[in-house]
Nanobody
Framework: QVQLVESGGGLVHAGGSLRLSCAASGRPFNIYAMGWYRRAPGKQREFVARITSGGSTKYADSVKGRFTISIDNAKNTEYLQMNSLRPEDTAVYYC??????????WGQGTQVTVSS
């Protein structure tokens, strides 16, 4: 099994910043990619950002230019730097990990609340 532990969520005013972390641990594995998703109250889970182990990134249009995803392969950890936060960014943020020939693993989620 692979475990994912997120941290870094919290309450911030609009325009502020937060940095989320997601550390993967467990049996030996090779990361193909890691990503972030979020679920706002009353809405379905949506894609936020993704990064491959080689550093290729993809972002949702709603966060482009404000959020930056990064990965530390040596630590099996990904990060999401969130700047210029908006109230509509309020959600539970989930990290996931893509491993070759396996189903994705998911973290337990971390709450991000942006006040206006």
């Amino acid at each position: 099994q692979v475990q994912l532990v997120e941290s870094g969520g919290g309450l911030v005013h609009a325009g502020g910043s937060l940095r989320l972390s997601c550390a993967a641990s467990g049996r030996p594995f090779n990361i193909y990619a890691m990503g972030w998703y979020r679920r706002a109250p009353g809405k379905q889970r949506e894609f936020v950002a993704r990064i491959t182990s080689g550093g290729s990134t993809k972002y949702a249009d709603s966060v482009k230019g404000r959020f930056t995803i990064s990965i530390d392969n040596a630590k099996n950890t990904e990060y999401l730097q969130m700047n210029s936060l908006r109230p509509e960014d309020t959600a539970v943020y989930y990290c996931n990990i893509e491993l070759p020939s396996e189903s994705d693993y998911w973290g337990q989620g971390t709450q991000v609340t942006v006040s206006s």
